[in-house]
């Protein structure tokens, strides 16, 4: 449910329009932010600041939702029709049947439950917040009206707010107005009736910070942002995963199947005039046992257990249900810096035009990396370290700063020094300082920029890049004295200083992990803003093939049809922009990939967004974490090379389940309604098929910590709706044969009365269920493939159970009776038979789909 008393503080009166210090009084608020003991009192009074509370559902809650199964309720509405006929030993099989089931799925859900959502709490998103003075980092949830909130380059806006201060602030607020690029926030007022893309003063929930700094006061939370307006009225759910979409396809098609089986088996029994309660039982009963009505708790108990894996990995899944795109993942799209890269930058030198080093590029550079106060990045802290203890700021004081954006990929910083003189220091990509200035500094002074001194620069460039350095101008000039602020429109005109070079040297295990990625199918692709000749170096040392290079500029000029085609040969894209970013992970996706992109940058949101998996790192900016379904505790090819093998492991062990029930089940029920035209009494009594449906699932639910064999995770898995159909065709006949031998034994053979026939067909159908989960969970030979122990366990405990059945006490009252001991070991000897002729069925089958393949 939505959050308790939705607080619409000032909505009525456009807080967009009201001058500031009217706003703070009516907020009854501090530009200071508020104090502890108010915004406690606040978040009280107003609830959490968020769209919906995600309050987790009950042990109660959760054992109910277990009843809202179409097929759970069709069986109590029939065991209500036996009560109402008087059938009560029936009645009370089935209800027993129906609430041990229920019961089954009850207790695996709550602890799987459990253990994800301890897991996701362990992923936060917070903002910074002002409290008595002081910023603090507290939980986004935590937000009240009121509150003052302290945003930068990367930050995730909490709630709809008013623009106190900003300094070069640009929002990306394309979820709620469309817009493509950034839009600058500024102080001020709007007319009240201003339109939402044009309240330049506000910020809104959902949206994130792309470059520069605000102060912004909070004048909405939770639903009654715009954001939750929209939310609540759309109550839009994510998009479905590829294995959802073939569960949905897979669901469809049984249900037909059961429908048409119910409407057929009660109408011809009717018409036999046989009993039409025990008819319209054995119907329903033979429907419940056709549907593998425990999937979504095998799913939610595998996707969990795969996520507790994880987790155990470094890998925390945000988002449960793409555990198995991870597993079909083909294609890993990933940034240079910090996955192939070790990350630790550092400052190999400083130099001047001419190539040499240069004591005063490293002061410009430390004045520009040591004041500035944008985005924490490794490049500026690797150049304060090499600055620091030069002295180089002892006489400088900061007078202004324009911050960094990812169109000029440049910051400067306007300081001042003791003589007062006031410089504009600028750091960025070198094209860009370059278009930036008009001279350069060389040994003889400073010289135009002319076509002799840009081919130089340019050779130093390409030798350096070449070397696998990452190459950044550094420039400077005179500014005049003013009281207002410096912008962007000041960098021109400009000196160009010398060069900063850093290095990034590969980690040590990439090249093995691009290896074994590469062994499991998955293709990995390097997407930078790095020049491309840094992003060739890279890959040639770290092993990556270079079949294809596409820069930024070579993207802009081609067709999306273009791009689909060279997409899929590239391995290496360089000096790209968000936008191309998203457009390439869009064109491998629209080619037939399924497309895994890894990064942690502000300019990564889109494409993490548009992947089918998107993955990043709990050091990474909020609004890249937001956008993420999986988040690293490391930054580290090598564990998601483990994650990728869970995912498949995951994927693997939900799919045994389903081959388990098309295989056994289909061709025993097919077989039951078939049987019960001919024969002149039920082959089972409806109670005894739910009882087998019952029985069977118990070893079910351990498939999710099932052993997984090597070659179900070596190569991407994907639903396949084919094999699933063929694979129920030809084991579903496999069964059959069996099913129809089993009734010849017992008819002819033993001459078998009704309760004889019912118990040894129920024993074998029982086992050849159990027994075809083993032999089915493995694409080999099944006594080289060791299940794992729970499931093993559980099904020799089942087996024990059912042969001892016919004997026990309670046993006529289910309808069985004791078998002789020839019959018993016909039954034994038939299901042996079963697993043989499987295991030939299945080395067949298999070899026919790899030669079709």
């Known amino acids: 449910m939505f959050e308790k008393n939705p607080v619409v503080p000032v909505e009525a009166n456009a807080y967009w329009s009201l001058p500031r210090d009217q706003l703070l009084a009516q907020l009854d608020a501090d530009a200071a932010g508020l104090g502890a003991a108010e915004a406690a009192q606040r978040l009280t009074r107003y609830g959490p600041n968020s769209l919906v509370m995600t309050k987790k559902a009950g042990a109660f809650g959760l054992y109910a939702s277990q009843f809202k199964s179409p097929l759970v309720l069709i069986l109590i509405i029939a065991s209500a029709v036996s009560l109402a006929a008087s059938e009560w030993v029936d009645a009370g099989i089935v209800l027993v049947v129906v609430f041990g089931s229920t019961a089954l799925g009850f207790v695996q859900e709550y602890i799987a439950g459990n253990a994800v959502e301890k897991l996701r709490s362990q992923i936060t998103i917070t903002s910074t917040v002002l409290r008595d003075g002081a910023a603090l980092s507290l939980p986004s949830s935590q937000v009240v ?44 007022t709007v007319a009240a009736d201003t339109g939402l893309a044009q309240r330049s003063n506000c910020v809104f929930m959902g949206t994130s910070v792309r470059s520069g700094s605000a102060s912004v006061l909070v004048a909405a939370t939770g639903k009654s942002t715009v954001f939750g307006q929209i939310a609540g009225k759309l109550a839009l759910r994510p998009a479905l995963t590829e294995f959802e979409r073939g569960i949905q396809r897979f669901g469809y098609l049984l249900t037909r199947v059961m429908l048409a089986m119910v409407i057929v088996v009660l109408a011809i029994n009717i018409f036999m005039a046989r009993p039409p309660i025990a008819s319209l039982l054995f119907a329903l009963a033979l429907a419940v046992g056709l549907t593998p009505e425990l999937l979504p708790a095998i799913i939610s108990i595998t996707l969990s257990h795969g996520a507790k894996r994880m987790a155990a990995l470094g890998v925390i899944v945000r988002r449960l249900n793409a555990i198995e795109n991870l597993g079909s993942m083909d294609v890993l799209c990933t940034d240079k810096t910090g996955t192939l890269t070790a990350g630790i930058v550092e400052l190999d030198g400083a130099f001047d035009v001419d190539g040499q080093a240069s004591a005063a590029v490293l002061r410009l550079a430390g004045i520009n990396a040591h004041f500035q106060t944008g985005m924490a990045n490794p490049l500026d802290e690797a150049v304060s370290r090499a ?97 207002g602020s410096y912008a962007r429109a000041d960098e021109r005109g400009m000196c160009l200083a010398g060069f900063l070079l850093f290095l990034d040297p590969p980690k040590d295990d990439v090249r093995q992990v691009i290896v074994d990625l590469a062994q499991r199918g998955v293709q990995l692709k390097m997407i930078t803003g790095d020049n491309i000749r840094v992003a060739c170096h890279v890959a040639a040392t770290i092993g990556l093939p270079v079949a294809l290079t596409l820069t930024g500029r070579q993207l ?32 491998l996706r629209k080619t037939g990939h399924v497309v895994g992109y890894m990064g942690d940058g502000i300019n990564d949101a ?55 029930t098309i ?61 699933i159909r063929d694979y129920m065709v030809v084991f579903g006949l496999v069964s059959s044969v069996f099913d129809l031998l089993t009734f010849g034994v017992l008819l002819w053979l033993f001459e078998a009365a009704a309760h004889e026939f019912r118990t040894g067909w129920f024993i074998e159908s029982l086992l050849t269920v159990l027994v075809i989960a083993l032999v089915v969970r493995t694409r080999g030979p099944f006594w080289r493939s060791r299940p794992g122990n729970l499931l093993l366990a559980s099904t020799v405990a089942v087996i024990a159970l059912t042969l001892a059945l016919p004997y026990l006490p309670f046993a006529g ?38 030669a079709f393949r």
């Not at 930050?155 to 640009?170: G, K, T």
């Not at 990929?409 to 008009?438: F, I, P």
């Not at 002789?820 to 299945?842: D, F, N, Q, R, S």
């Open 663 to 723: 295989s056994a089940n289909f061709g025993n029920m097919f077989s039951m309604a078939a049987a019960s035209v001919f024969l002149p009494f039920l082959p089972l009594l409806a109670s005894q098929v739910l009882l087998n449906n019952f029985l069977s699932d118990i070893p079910a639910t351990t498939i999710a910590g099932d052993n997984v064999d090597p070659d179900l995770v070596v190569t991407p898995r994907r639903w396949d709706t084919l094999f």
């Open 387 to 483: 600055a620091a203890g030069s002295g180089a700021f002892d006489d400088v004081r900061k007078i202004d700063e324009i911050p960094y954006d990812f169109v000029r990929k440049a910051l400067s910083v306007v300081a001042v020094d003791g003589t007062g003189e006031r410089t504009l220091v600028t750091k960025g990509a070198l094209d860009n300082v370059l278009a930036m200035c008009t001279s350069a500094r060389t040994a003889a002074g400073p010289a135009p920029l002319d076509a002799v001194v840009k081919a130089k620069i340019q050779a130093l460039y390409e030798d350096w890049s070449g070397q696998g350095f990452r190459v950044l101008g550094v420039a400077s000039r005179v500014v005049d004295d003013r009281t």
């Open 145 to 188: 009206p009121g509150d003052v909130v302290e945003l930068s380059a990367g930050s995730l806006i909490p709630a709809d707010a008013v623009v106190l201060a900003a300094r070069d602030f640009f929002v990306a607020q394309a979820a709620l107005t469309g817009e493509t690029f950034p839009v600058e926030k500024v102080p001020g």
């Open 813 to 850: 009252a289910l309808g069985f009776v004791p078998l002789p001991a020839p019959l018993m070991l016909a039954m034994i000897g038939l299901t042996l038979g079963y697993v043989a002729a499987a295991e030939v069925a299945k080395k067949f089958f298999y070899a026919r789909h790899r």
């Open 556 to 587: 802009n000029e081609m067709s999306d049809e273009a791009l689909w085609h060279s997409a899929r040969q590239a391995t290496v894209f360089a000096e790209v922009d968000p936008n191309q970013k998203e457009r390439i992970i869009l064109a």
């Open 606 to 660: 889109p494409a993490l967004h548009t992947a089918d998996v998107g993955i990043s790192v709990d050091t990474a900016v909020d609004v890249a974490k937001d956008a993420a379904d999986f988040v690293l505790l490391r930054k580290d090819l090598g564990i998601l090379r483990q994650g990728i093998d869970e995912g498949r492991r995951t994927f693997a062990n939900t799919l045994k389940y389903i081959l388990t």
